[in-house]
């Protein structure tokens, strides 16, 4: 190294080494600057104005929970909106969930939770609910379709369209492989004739099922079919399955849809 390169590499070591020296009094400044600042916090909390402040800290923490729990759900709400129709959901199923002032507690509801909290969901379980038109069968699924943000791929389809997309050549292979693929899949209306025996859906739909039961993918089943007859719409090998697979419930309760009444009978005035 020539004299210049020393005298050069001197003067970097020199800079580095003060510029040290000024970081650690900065840092040491600051340290210092907080130990004041706590000890005077600590001893403002000995004030009349200080243990006033100690005394509503559960509120404000409590306050400010609530707040971000509003946050949350309001974000949650949110993302659902945008979400719903991307996975199919019709719009008047958006209100869907499993909980909320607004909901209508149901049968199929009850069981949906049961089948999120109890651990199904996860644990890659089928749940059939059964049952007359009108009982919250489709609202309950949807919830659980909600419920599951995060939880991986979510689609929700509406079986007698997607009997015709199985029967579309063109529109097969991918309704198909998103049938059997998705994380959690809602099937619902399913039954009720869209399936014939000896028919090109039958085998396809048995695929289905057999793909999803296999690799624990969750899935929900929706019908107006009691259970006998839920049993006599598909094959054995179908059906055993989905007894192995998940709990199948009937849901009862009254016609969520009986919002007009008739009106009662009126007697007429007699005439004067």
């Known amino acids: 190294m020539t004299p210049e390169d020393v005298a050069n590499e001197e003067g970097w070591r020199q800079r580095k080494a003060a510029e040290k020296v000024q970081r650690e009094k900065e840092e040491h400044q600051r340290e210092e600057q907080r130990k004041k600042e706590a000890e005077a916090h600590a001893q403002w909390l000995k004030t009349p104005e200080g243990q006033k402040w100690l005394d509503e800290a559960p509120i404000r923490e409590a306050e400010a929970r609530k ?29 869907s969930a499993l909980y909320g002032e607004a ?8 069981y949906s939770r049961q089948y999120v909290e109890g651990g199904d969901l996860k644990a890659g379980a089928s749940l059939v609910l059964l049952g007359p038109a009108s009982r ?70 048995e695929e289905i099922i057999f793909w999803r039961h296999g690799e624990f ?15 006599a719409q598909f094959s054995d090998r179908v059906i055993d399955r989905i007894r192995e697979w998940g709990p199948v419930w009937a849901c009862g309760g009254p016609s969520l849809r009986e919002r007009y009444h008739p009106a009662q009978s009126v007697q007429r005035p007699e005439a004067a």
């Open 136 to 205: 919250g069968k489709t609202f309950a699924a949807a919830a659980v379709l909600r419920a599951a943000a995060g939880w991986g791929s979510r689609s929700f389809i509406h079986f007698p369209g997607f009997v015709g997309a199985l029967l579309d050549p063109a529109r097969r292979p991918t309704a198909l492989e998103a049938a059997k693929t998705t994380r959690l899949v809602i099937l619902d209306e399913i039954g009720g004739g869209y399936i014939k025996p000896g028919g090109l859906v039958e085998p396809l739909f």
């Open 103 to 110: 909901i209508r507690e149901t049968p199929a509801l009850l």
């Open 217 to 231: 993918r969750p899935t929900i089943f929706t019908s107006n079919l009691t259970g006998d007859e839920f049993s």
């Open 67 to 95: 707040q971000e729990a509003a946050a949350q759900a309001c974000q949650e709400a949110a993302n659902w909106q945008r979400d719903a129709r991307l996975l199919g959901v019709p719009s008047r199923l958006v209100p």
